[in-house]
């Protein structure tokens, strides 16, 4: 059982979002719907909260109402092994979202992700202080991540 579970606050689309999530990943579902009854404060029969998992990680989606928004002090990191997978990922997050730095992104909800390559660490550190530092520089004029730039930045 996992230890502790992500409570993601939406105004009224947690199970669109949550729908949407559970499309994009492999071993992924949605659970239980929970709907708000006659005491509020949503709509009675109105989504509460939506529970989901995303590649076998649980979370809960809340529609709490407009009182709270994301913001990038929280995000979402996606390790990808290959191009496809940060291309493909890329696009759908994006669509109605907004794009950022270094593998950064917002979905059409606000939520912040990180699509980066699984291999980044390796990539912008290592034994030699030079091939990171190319990387490194590579990486910060990146929106979303080319693997082959970042490679062959690395390698001078």
């Known amino acids: 059982m996992q230890a502790i579970t992500p409570f993601l606050w939406f105004d009224t689309e947690a199970e669109d979002a949550a729908r949407f999530y559970v499309s994009l990943f492999p071993d992924s579902q949605l659970g ?3 709907r708000y009854g006659e005491a509020g404060p949503g709509a009675a029969g109105s989504v509460m909260t939506v529970a989901f998992e995303l590649n076998g990680m649980s979370f809960v989606a809340l529609n709490g109402g407009p009182v709270y928004q994301f913001t990038e002090a929280f995000s979402l990191q996606v390790p990808c092994d290959d191009q496809a997978e940060i291309d493909r990922l890329w696009a759908a997050l994006t669509e109605g979202g907004e794009e950022s730095r270094c ?3 917002k979905d059409r909800w606000g939520l912040s ?3 980066i390559p699984s291999r980044l660490p390796q990539l912008i550190g290592g034994d ?3 091939k990171a530092r190319r990387a490194l ?3 910060f ?3 979303k991540f080319d693997i082959a730039a970042l490679e062959r930045a690395r390698e001078g």
Do not use: C, R, S
Request: hydrophobic fraction near 60%.
């Open 103 to 105: 593998g950064w992104l």
């Open 113 to 115: 992700w990180q699509i």
């Open 141 to 143: 004029a990146m929106n």
């Open 137 to 139: 520089e590579a990486m």
């Open 128 to 130: 030699d202080p030079q």
């Open 32 to 34: 239980a719907i929970a």
